[in-house]
């Protein structure tokens, strides 16, 4: 692939093979700086070499038990009776739990207590967890779960399995919500009467499996005086300590959580960790035994919810050069059989509709529907993606309506940076960059000629057709609820001069360990390797958020930054009461501490202050500042910033068998000051092919009379693989340093590139519509499979001339 990004890998971590700097990271390492240059990653060399442990290559202890889950046949109804001495009697089983055993909560909901760990009586979905099996080996406690249906007695009922089914019966999870912005009283209906054109129109937008490549697993070692330490792959240590306790019935000090390393997580291991990590414990606590609780895939897919499925209703009434006047839209999310995380996921898709457009009359209303299925929850974009895509279709529609190009039209509808730069929740877009950015990539990639150098293309071909498109993103970075900005983190200097960092985030393959270790090198004046960051520990720092929201670095980073300041300047006051000068004059420098004319190694200056009973370890703290929201309103300022980009996609379709290819991205990423361009680099285009995934090929197939979950596997659920990346991939981070005061002036790269990839489904909207006349406007479900392309060329083939 040809890329805009260079060998910027530095030596420095323990074992990492040594790479060349390019000329301005060398000058940069050079001066001092650890951050703005692109160390690898900080286990690149355990992971090429099978030597990273993961939860369940941990050594397990003698008389470790297995779990595996008993799951519902059946999508609805009542359980009756369940044959648990049967159950019982299998070889190698110890034991059977079920709800009745749970001496706390039967509860594992992160917000609303309406999720059970273990079906009680009403059965929900196809998958539910209902019983508990504990065997000496996994594979007689899984065969023994797979036998459950045989010894189950349910009165089954209809399920309803689609979110318009429960939208149109007035099922929801929770009250639907509002966000409304009118200039005065009735001002978006007149609006809608009375602009020069208007559309009306429905979408269909898929779910999403986070797929990642370490299932669900949690291992319960139970310790002295009713405790319990759980080695869990999850997302959000904290919430898991304090679920596991709820259930037990104990106090959140008797339960640590740890975990190391994630493979994957993408949200689905925020919240929906906690049925396994609660489950395992209970069987452990119970039996007095350590149990490991290790889904295979298709378990995971029937038991865990995924990215939220969305359907739109909307109106929009616009002008003569395509400008919104005024849009009424309905966003109905399908939530699944719980609440989960689906609030804020709403009110995020809510908050990102606008995109990166002003919308001066405006009414969104999301409705969250309860169906009988596995319980959606987080996944990377958390909503926004869902709210976003919506405005571009419309965009997309508006543009072919009128004859435009849909950049044209994108343009006039931009926010501005003085006036038309209110958002419809009341914040003000601040440092708004996008215009630029659309103009540098629009040239760097040619946009112009070669939309015309298609046109002629598809002129001349019948059965291949090619499309492109450029569209933008602004995407707010911070948790919707304001508490959950902050962040605690440990250092410690060792009298060797090495440092250990402990954080609330986690590690899932996104780097963080390696940009907090940066950060804090960084602070101190010293070396990558004098720097290792040590697992998540809800023992070390307590009350942790989540690690999601794109937050990892901006908050934990500023947290470790903080710690180590503390250090650095109790060093800088012992230096200079030592060797003279003072505090601030003292400098910290590539292992070198200045102190005047006095030079000495960093390693020394820590000897001697711990000689001098210096403490030299502190915590940390961050708390975001800024955010407020009222989550009544909808008001407010949820995000402390924006982040920006744009994508130019072009692809090519067969209109015989409805395959695409993507032929060619080009993508310019708003990262401000990055703290790593590797890293970020890795994270833009990775989040770029999984966002394309989701729109083309990820799609998510129910029976319809059952309710089971037909596409549970590799062999029926598509991901994106290599083959899928286009040949030219040209990625390039935009030179613009956060207004905001965050970690060195870095942006969040975590969610904001799921919506890069919008470029390739207008792209093939773009190449559908030129297999119908001038005005064709194709009714493109998502995901753009090869079925729902071939839908699509019959329909605008049809309404041709």
């Known amino acids: 692939m040809n890329r ?32 703005g240059i692109s160390p690898a990653h900080e286990s690149a060399h355990l992971h090429v070499a099978g030597a990273a442990p993961y939860t369940d290559d941990i050594p397990e202890l003698a008389g470790t038990l297995h779990a595996a889950l008993g799951l519902s046949p059946v999508a609805a109804g009542t359980l009756l009776g369940i044959g648990r001495d049967a159950l019982c009697a299998m070889p190698g089983v110890v034991a059977v739990f079920t709800a009745a055993d749970i001496p706390g909560a039967n509860d594992c909901g992160p917000v609303f207590h309406d999720d059970p760990v273990l079906a009680e009586s009403d059965l929900r979905y196809l998958g539910q967890p209902i019983a508990l099996i504990v065997a000496t080996e996994r594979d007689l406690a899984r065969r023994a779960a797979a036998r459950i249906k045989d010894f189950l007695t349910i009165e089954p009922a209809s399920p309803v399995l689609t979110a318009r089914e429960a939208f149109a019966r007035g099922d929801s999870l929770l009250p639907p919500t509002h966000l409304v912005r009118e200039t005065a009283p009735g001002a978006l209906d007149l609006a809608l009467r009375t602009a020069p054109h208007r559309l009306d129109g429905q979408f269909s937008l898929g779910g999403q499996e986070q797929f990642y490549l370490e299932g669900q697993i949690s291992y319960a070692l139970p310790t002295e005086n009713q405790g319990m330490r759980v080695h869990c792959s999850t997302q959000h240590p904290s919430e898991m300590q304090h679920l596991i306790a709820h259930v037990l019935g104990w106090r959140s000090h008797q339960v640590l959580v740890e975990c190391r390393r994630m493979g994957g997580g993408f949200g689905g291991k925020e919240s929906q960790s906690a049925l396994f990590a609660c489950a395992a414990a209970l069987a452990a606590a119970r039996l007095g035994q350590p ?24 109106q929009v009434g616009f002008d003569d050069a395509g400008r919104i006047l005024a849009l009424d839209a309905t966003l109905i999310a399908n939530g699944g059989h719980s609440a989960d995380l689906s609030s804020a996921v709403m009110t995020r898709a809510l908050c990102h509709l606008d995109n990166a457009y002003y919308l001066p009359e405006v009414a969104i209303h999301g409705f969250i529907a309860r169906t009988n299925t596995q319980s959606n929850t987080a996944f990377r974009g958390f909503g926004g993606p869902q709210g976003a895509l919506l405005i571009e279709i419309i965009m997309d529609r508006i543009a072919r309506t009128l004859g435009h190009d849909p950049l044209a039209v994108r343009r006039a509808n931009l926010y501005g940076t003085h006036t038309r730069n209110v958002t419809p929740y009341g914040q003000t877009v601040e440092d708004n960059v996008i215009a630029p950015i659309i103009d540098d990539l629009a040239h760097s990639a040619a946009y112009d000629r070669r939309r015309a150098d298609i046109a002629a293309f598809n002129r001349d071909n019948d059965v291949l057709k090619k499309g492109i498109a450029l569209t933008p993103v602004k995407f707010g970075i911070s948790f ?16 060797d001069g090495s440092v250990l960092v402990n954080h609330g985030g986690t590690e899932m393959g996104q780097g963080l360990n390696t940009k907090v270790a940066q950060v804090v090198a960084d602070a101190l004046g010293i070396g990558f390797a004098a720097v290792r960051c040590s697992a998540t520990d ?35 006051d012992f230096a200079a009461a030592r060797h003279g000068g003072t ?13 005047g004319t006095t030079t000495m190694d960093f390693t020394a200056l820590v000897r001697q202050a711990y000689e001098a009973r210096v403490q030299l370890w502190s915590d940390g703290f961050y708390a975001t500042p800024k955010v407020h929201w009222d989550p009544k309103a909808l008001k407010g300022r949820p995000f402390y910033y924006f982040a920006y980009g744009a994508a130019v996609s072009e692809v090519i379709i ?4 409805g395959e695409f290819s993507l032929l060619r991205a080009d993508i310019l990423h708003d990262a401000g000051r990055s703290l790593n361009p590797a890293i970020d680099i890795g994270q833009i285009e990775g989040g770029f092919i999984q966002s394309m995934g989701w729109l083309t090929t990820e799609e998510l197939v129910w029976h319809p009379a059952t309710g089971r979950l037909l596409t549970h596997a590799p062999s029926t659920y598509k991901i994106p693989t290599a083959n899928d990346c286009p040949d030219a991939l040209h990625t390039r981070l935009f030179d613009n340093p956060n207004a905001e005061a965050t970690i060195h002036r870095s942006k969040a790269v975590g969610e904001p590139p799921m919506l890069l990839a919008f470029s390739v489904l207008l792209a093939i909207r773009d190449a559908i519509a030129a297999c119908g006349g001038t005005d064709a406007d194709p009714p493109l479900r998502a995901p753009a499979t090869p079925e729902a392309i071939l839908d699509a060329i019959v329909a605008v083939q049809s309404d041709g001339p």
């Open 291 to 314: 149990v490991k609780l290790r889904l295979d895939r298709d378990d995971d897919f029937l038991i865990t919810g995924r990215r939220h499925p969305f359907d739109y209703d909307y």
């Open 654 to 657: 067969d209109t015989l068998t």
């Open 4 to 35: 805009d990004v260079r060998a910027l890998r530095q030596p420095g971590f323990a074992g990492h093979i040594p790479v060349a700097l390019d000329a301005a990271e060398a000058e940069a390492m050079a001066a001092g700086n650890r951050v």
């Open 538 to 572: 809800t023992s070390k720092v307590a009350n942790t958020s989540a690690t999601a929201a794109s937050t990892g670095a901006d908050l934990n980073g500023m947290a470790a930054r903080d710690a180590a300041l503390t250090i650095r300047n109790r060093l800088a």
């Open 583 to 595: 505090p601030d004059a003292v400098k910290f420098i590539n292992d070198q501490v200045i102190i």
């Open 480 to 495: 919707n609820v304001p508490h959950l900005n902050q962040a605690g983190a440990l250092v410690h200097v060792y009298v």
